[in-house]
């Protein structure tokens, strides 16, 4: 492995290994969902937000966070697991399944939301916040995804198997899964190497 890959690679594992410093794991289902919910606060939350700020002022919008409020957080870490999901059971669930979808979360919030909305939205499906990308790299940008990822003489082959790379973007490509993200990757990274890099 290239010495810049695995330093990434390490470093990245550092990250995330002193966010898990303090936590105590005991092996049940309960402290599991806890510690999993304080993970993402001390890692992934801090990305979104940052993302949030920078695409709200591109726009000239002051955007607010109201469930970040400090004292509305505390109380929410110390609900108890079985007021937050009501399904606690581990299931099976399909690799890369796109339909996957749940109204299971957050109950103590969808019950003061019963009071106010009707049932269509204090008990509605989770649905994510993220922008089309999937769509546009299956129909509107797929020539730019083909010509970038099917070039044998891409620098990213540098580093990656050919075919490995080509077989997932087709899964994406037939909709058999939603590869979006692993794409955004790639092209990202090509770029990257065409400007940084140059062969």
Known sequence: MNTFFK???????????KAFDNLDFDGTTEN???????????TFLQGLLLLEDKISMSFGLESRV???????????MKIPVNHK??????????????????NDGKIVLRKVFEK???????????????GPD?????????NYVRDMIYNKNSM???????????????????????????????LNFEIWLKNFIKG
């Not at 409020?69 to 109380?75: E, H, Q, R």
């Open 156 to 186: 990213m082959y540098n580093y990656f198997d050919y075919n490995a790379i080509v077989n997932r973007v087709n899964n994406h490509f037939s909709g058999s899964s939603n590869d979006r993200l692993l794409i955004w990757s790639l």
């Open 32 to 42: 599991f969902i806890n510690k999993s919910l304080e993970f993402e606060c001390r």
């Open 7 to 17: 330093n990434v690679k390490n470093n990245t594992f550092s990250t995330f290994e």
């Open 66 to 76: 109201p469930f970040l409020d400090n004292d509305l957080v505390d109380f929410a």
């Open 116 to 130: 106010y909305v009707t049932k269509e939205y204090s008990q509605g499906i989770k649905q994510g916040f993220s």
């Open 134 to 142: 999937g769509t546009w790299f299956r129909y509107d940008h797929d």
């Open 85 to 102: 999901i009501n399904d606690l059971s581990y299931k099976e669930k399909k690799k890369n399944n796109i339909n996957n979808t749940t």
